[in-house]
């Protein structure tokens, strides 16, 4: 975290494709796909390279995203195509299948649906032609690297800013040439195009990858397709400690990735981040159960999926479930309530939770969660948590209500709960301005403005005053600003108790609080109370200010 309050100008970070060497390995980096042709002939301008070569990152930009988007989508596929005339792709290049059908609405005639369906068949067509094309020098250089008995450990193709809505299949030849390094690979970050996996070759089940520990896959585009090849790829990697992985969250069965077993069991498994539908929840509940190492646990598998299961939900979470779970952030429809960690039968000691905005209503504090739970994090919008304000538009019954108590429902049940938690010594509140939207003061709708000092002195009233170990209070949101020094030199009351605030705006600031001997608070900057291990900086849990 930096140590000082002083902001920083942003300056835009220009990404350049380029081949990075040292003594001992090269690492290749293409952010344009267009750089690949020029970034592999320099790889391979020495033999000696290819066996050097230890990691590959790509990261495109969904064209489909920039204010220019028409050009550089034209531009890109013409390149990629030797300038050939897609002049008839300019009516939906750039925009969305949604923008442009209700652009077009007025023009097309009823009963055209065939030659729509013509239209996106074409330009399907052509989009893979140029997704060829790129992936010939990509495909070239893993090639080089098997066939000079190199040893590839790290290989991430990332579509920034996402893969939705994203155009483009990689041809069967780029799957079958990342397939051969089964043997070598420790890291693997893929996602799918839009509909892509369901042509995506199956790894070989007689080639397993015995030294993969971090896999990474989002397969979040891939509403009805066969899964087959994840399925395969999942059940190859018995040395994984590190898994990321999302699906559709859709709860039609239309549009549920198919073909997905969960018969998987990773004896090393540590941490486990999953987003998606519960489609088969007894498979999920057994494979939960077959892997009892994982300590850290992002429970994003929605429940909604359940329909077989009607109210009854399904299989629960049993006492005897993920033993050594230390870590768990939990997604609002997940099926696992915050209480089921907590059962008072089970041998799990749950120390750090996160939970979504719907802790409004608060959950039951079993003598294990009091026992037990030392950090907690809500994740809810800014709104939730800022007063309500008498709107001119509001009935006279709900204006005497918040003259008499603004209070939001999240902050009643937070204020309520936190006093049950004895041994609590963190408290983090995502405060996420830029995920609500409101009327502003012009009449127009947007984004509130980010967290400032108001919202600090409002979240330090939800804290109990006395009877409490909360020793650190961390409040992130990255429209926030910079806290004013005067606030600072002169804050406002505090518990005995707390002794940090971790203010992660837009610059991140650590402060010390400390109590003058006039009764005043100062808030001063400090430096980081732990270091995180360089292979966990990516881990939720990992943000927290104190060690448990």
Request: charged share 30%.
């Amino acid at each position: 975290m930096a140590s000082s309050t002083s902001p920083v100008e942003d300056k835009p970070v220009t990404k350049t494709s380029q081949v990075i060497k040292t003594p001992d390995s090269i690492t290749i980096r293409l952010f344009n796909l267009e750089d690949a042709e020029k970034i592999v002939r320099e790889a391979l301008s020495d033999p000696g390279n290819s066996k050097l070569i230890w990691t590959i990152e790509i990261e495109t930009s969904n064209p489909d995203d920039e204010e220019d988007d028409e050009d550089i989508d034209i531009q890109l596929v013409e390149n990629m195509m030797g300038g050939a005339d897609l002049a008839d792709l300019l009516d939906g290049a750039g925009t969305d299948d949604d923008a442009a059908s209700i652009d077009a609405a007025d023009e097309r005639p009823i009963g055209s649906d065939d030659d729509d369906d013509d239209e996106d068949s074409d330009d399907e067509a052509k989009n893979d032609t140029a997704m060829n094309n790129f992936c010939e020098p990509i495909i070239e250089l893993l090639d080089a690297i098997h066939s000079s008995s190199g040893s590839l450990e790290s290989f991430s193709w990332d579509n920034q800013p996402g893969w939705w809505d994203s155009k483009g299949h990689r041809p069967a030849a780029f799957w079958t040439a990342l397939w051969k390094h089964s043997s070598t690979l420790q890291r693997l970050r893929i996602g799918f195009y839009t509909h892509e996996l369901h042509n995506v070759s199956v790894p070989s089940p007689t080639k397993p990858f015995p030294l993969l520990h971090d896999l990474y896959i989002d397969a979040g585009t891939t509403h009805g397709n066969d899964g087959s090849a994840v399925d395969s790829l999942l059940s190859l990697c018995p040395s994984l400690t590190t898994l990321d992985f999302s699906w559709p969250g859709c709860d039609l069965d239309d549009c549920q990735i198919k073909n997905i077993s969960w018969d998987y069991h990773y004896p090393q498994l540590r941490s486990l981040t999953l987003y998606g539908g519960d489609f088969a929840p007894d498979a999920f509940a057994a494979f939960l159960d077959r892997n009892p190492s994982i300590e850290v646990f992002v429970d994003g598998v929605d429940g909604d999926c359940r329909e077989p299961y009607g109210e009854q939900g399904g299989p629960g979470l049993k006492a005897e479930t993920l033993p050594n779970v230390r870590c768990v952030s939990r997604a609002s429809d997940s099926a696992r309530y915050p209480e089921d960690w907590f059962d008072d039968k089970s041998a799990r000691k749950v120390v750090h939770l996160g939970l979504p905005w719907t802790t409004r209503d608060g959950f039951a504090v079993s003598e294990t969660a009091a026992r037990e739970l030392k950090c907690l994090d809500i994740n809810a919008s800014i709104n939730y948590w800022r007063p309500d304000e008498v709107d001119s538009d509001d009935e006279e019954e709900e204006k005497k209500r918040i003259r008499t108590d603004p209070s939001k429902p999240l902050v009643k049940s937070t204020r309520k709960l936190l006093p049950q938690l004895k041994q609590l010594r963190e408290l983090g509140i995502r405060m996420a301005s830029q995920s609500s939207t409101m009327r502003l003061p012009d009449g127009s709708f947007g984004s509130p403005p980010g967290m400032n000092e108001e919202d600090v002195k409002n979240i330090l009233s939800v804290l109990p005053s006395s009877d409490t170990q909360i020793r650190a209070l961390r409040l992130w949101d990255t429209a926030g600003k910079a806290l004013p020094q005067s606030f600072l030199d002169d804050f406002p009351r505090i518990p005995t108790s707390l002794e940090y605030l971790s203010w992660e705006a837009e610059v991140p600031v650590l402060y010390q609080l400390t109590k003058q001997e006039n009764g005043k608070v100062r808030a001063r900057p400090c430096e980081p109370l732990r270091v995180v291990p360089e292979g966990r900086k990516g881990d939720w849990n990992e943000k927290r200010i104190l060690d448990y």
